[in-house]
């Protein structure tokens, strides 16, 4: 597997758009790092373009990638690889492209700019939500055999979590003000895997008070390590559960 993921991400890295992602994301932290006399306020700049972009792409791209790759999957499984190893590799290679190309673009102007603990929570942050938005993606390409459909779906869910989740969350808080609503709220959010990482930055930065009606909850719960830990967990979760049911649903299908 180790092997066929290596192929497979040596393809990925020569791809124009890994190469024009890398790029953008480059000129845009160093135009940020520049405009910007606090090194603070562009780090947020960039986490919200960050928290636009990264899902965006990652699972455009990933999806793009599945149904393009197709055939070159119905050629490995005539080979003596399980489903599994196949599945696993593209995923794998996909995510870590992705990851690389964060990790240049974002990485380095962090490392020149603002090498302190917010810039790497920053990038590894943004490599977290890679590889979230790339298991989401597969497990939507993987269910769905017709390309538009699948680039349909996830844009669908790029929509509901980038814009769409925290206005019902408001809406909720907002109709039932009348009630204690904190653990609501917590659990609410920690179905969001974009609301998850901008916490994770935001907390670190001490500025909750800019995350909106939630953000002092967080700031109690999860500003402890605990919390932190409990974040990244849930981020965790939100990478293995869709990659385990594509997994399933890959190996079921017909092809």
């Known amino acids: 597997m180790l092997r066929l993921s290596q192929y497979i991400f040596y393809d990925i890295v020569r791809n124009k758009v890994i190469l024009g992602y890398t790029a953008f994301l480059f000129l845009v932290s160093v135009l940020l790092f520049n405009l910007e006399e606090n090194s603070s306020k562009a780090i947020l700049s960039l986490?919200?373009?960050?928290?636009?972009?990264?899902?965006?792409?990652?699972?455009?791209?990933?999806?793009?990638?599945?149904?393009?790759?197709?055939?070159?999957?119905?050629?490995?499984?005539?080979?003596?690889?399980?489903?599994?190893?196949?599945?696993?590799?593209?995923y794998l290679s996909t995510a870590f492209?992705?990851?690389?190309?964060l990790l240049i673009g974002v990485g380095i102007p962090v490392l020149i700019y603002v090498p302190d603990i917010h810039g790497i929570s920053l990038?590894?942050?943004?490599?977290?939500?890679?590889?979230?938005?790339t298991s989401i993606a597969f497990y939507a390409s993987v269910i769905s055999r017709d390309k538009a459909r699948g680039i349909g779906i996830v844009l669908l869910l790029w929509f509901y979590f980038a814009l769409i989740y925290d206005g019902i969350i408001l809406m909720i808080l907002f109709s039932?003000?009348?009630?204690?609503?904190?653990?609501?709220?917590?659990?609410?959010?920690?179905?969001?895997?974009i609301d998850l990482a901008r916490v994770s930055i935001m907390l670190r930065m001490d500025v909750s008070a800019l995350m909106g009606y939630t953000g002092a909850l967080y700031k109690d719960f999860f500003g402890s390590i605990l919390g932190m830990f409990f974040t990244f967990g849930i981020l965790f979760l939100?990478?293995?559960?869709?990659?385990?049911?594509?997994?399933h649903a890959f190996c079921k299908k017909d092809l």
């Open 97 to 101: 492209s992705l990851g690389a190309a």
């Open 47 to 90: 986490l919200n373009i960050q928290l636009i972009v990264i899902p965006l792409i990652s699972m455009i791209f990933s999806t793009i990638h599945y149904y393009n790759s197709y055939e070159f999957i119905e050629l490995l499984l005539t080979q003596p690889i399980s489903r599994t190893r196949v599945l696993l590799s593209e």
């Open 123 to 133: 990038v590894l942050t943004g490599i977290g939500l890679t590889f979230v938005c």
């Open 176 to 193: 039932f003000s009348d009630y204690p609503l904190e653990t609501l709220s917590l659990i609410l959010t920690a179905f969001n895997p």
């Open 238 to 247: 939100w990478m293995f559960i869709p990659l385990v049911f594509a997994v």
